[in-house]
């Protein structure tokens, strides 16, 4: 291969063509032409605007670009844009808005369950997911009964399903307070 040829075959000045994509994102249908290559977090940040979703690490470590496909939690820096016609994509601007804040949110506030913030979306959108998997039944390597049809949200519970969320400022403790408060009805 020559040197001016990248690894994917194409001299570096030649741009792939582009996709043509109809995008379902916070209940509105968004269309978009994106390099196929487009990772969702990017098609949300960058075409659409969308800033709440986070970029962290960018390899799926993290949890900062965690945003909710079909109701279940997925980290947006690991899938294609082009993957997702036809799924309910919903982030952090899609849950609620000042006004009208999703329980969980409300939680977050009440419980003080951020400190520089970065991660709190990730960390909102994930807990929204964890809660609907708990509610489906799924155990996680710490469900103590896997063949209980009820899940105990103990707090190694809810940390075990978060620990794909990073939060560097170490709000851990009032992130599972905000969990908690919200999985039992309260505000946090």
Known sequence: MSASKTAVGRSQG?????SAITLNVNDQVRQLEVDPR???LDALREHLRLSGTKKGCDHGQC????VLINGRRVN???TLAVMHE???IVTIEGLGDPGHLHPMQRAFVERDGFQCGYCTP???CSAVGMLAEVEAGWPSHVTADVATPGIALTDNE???R???NICRCAAYPNIVAAIRGNAEGGPG
């Not at 030649?14 to 582009?18: C, D, K, T, V």
């Open 14 to 18: 030649e741009m792939a063509p582009l």
């Open 63 to 66: 949890g900062a670009c965690t």
């Open 122 to 124: 990730g960390q909102i």
């Open 158 to 160: 809810i940390r075990e």
């Open 86 to 88: 036809n799924d309910a």
């Open 76 to 78: 947006s820096c690991l």
């Open 162 to 164: 978060m620990s794909g």
């Open 38 to 40: 487009t990772s969702l």
